[in-house]
């Protein structure tokens, strides 16, 4: 059972454009909200995370939306570049107890920005 | 400073053969993660140790996985015998899992290795 549900699992966006990635997850007691990003034949990175109590971050470009009546959280990448190309997963967590560092991990999202 | 490190980058191998996958966590961190990748699956938790001791092995596919850690800068994912499916990405992770409050556990990937069973 997929723990984080990611949608659009490809996306196709203009130089310049906004590309937003979505992700919703069930289970309340999750408490921390990554997203990584993953260049081809590298190891996903850390990009920004979040936490519940508060409804947006941002840093730089990149801007996470939190609703937490609505348990979702989206990526806003604005001014997208031909570089930000690459595939971006949302993660939840449940930071505290036995379970303190395990992920579930979205399936994914290809970005693809046009020059 | 030096990532998580990963051996071999690339493997090819025949069905039936033995697998070692082997993985050197960041120095100080105290998790340790193995994730499978694959287009149909994504990315998939295997096992994941802290302070060494296996702390959730369900991820592991059946008996043919085995996961160690003998020390805190060393682990090996083995696949006994291997199969075509197992075919995949496999990523190792570490973090330093802080007390709950904290910051948040950045798990730091390595760049993975690519096995390819034929």
């Known amino acids: 059972q997929q723990q984080v549900k990611q949608s659009p699992q490809s996306l196709i966006v203009q130089k310049g454009g906004i590309s937003i990635i979505n992700c919703a997850y069930e289970?309340?007691?999750?408490?921390?909200f990554p997203w990584y990003q993953q260049f081809p034949g590298k190891g996903p990175a850390l990009l920004i995370a979040?936490?519940?109590?508060?409804s947006e971050k941002k840093e730089g470009r990149f801007t996470i939306s939190f609703n937490k009546s609505a348990k979702q959280f989206s990526l806003h990448i604005m001014d997208s570049q031909p570089g930000d190309s690459a595939t971006y997963f949302c993660?939840?967590?449940?930071?505290?107890?036995?379970?303190?560092?395990?992920?579930?991990f979205g399936r994914g999202t290809q970005l693809t920005v046009w020059p | 400073d030096a990532g998580v490190i990963q051996s071999p980058r690339h493997e090819v191998t025949e069905m039936g053969q033995e697998v070692t996958l082997r993985c050197k966590p960041i120095?100080?961190?105290?998790?340790l993660f193995w994730y499978r990748q694959t287009m149909m699956r994504g990315l998939e938790l295997l096992i994941y140790?802290?302070?060494?001791?296996?702390?959730?092995d369900s991820g592991m596919p059946e008996d043919r996985f085995s996961a160690k850690m003998p020390n805190a800068s060393f682990s090996t994912l083995k696949i006994q015998p291997s199969e075509p499916r197992d075919s995949a990405v496999y990523f190792c992770?570490?973090?330093?899992?802080?007390?709950?409050?904290?910051?948040?556990?950045?798990?730091?990937f390595g760049e993975g290795s690519w096995l390819t069973v034929v």
């Open positions: 992770a570490s973090s330093l899992a802080l007390t709950a409050g904290g910051v948040g556990n950045t798990i730091y």
């Open positions: 289970n309340t007691a999750f408490d921390y």
């Open positions: 979040i936490r519940p109590d508060v």
């Open positions: 993660a939840a967590s449940i930071d505290r107890g036995s379970t303190l560092g395990r992920l579930y």
């Open positions: 120095s100080g961190h105290n998790s």
């Open positions: 140790f802290n302070n060494n001791v296996p702390i959730d």
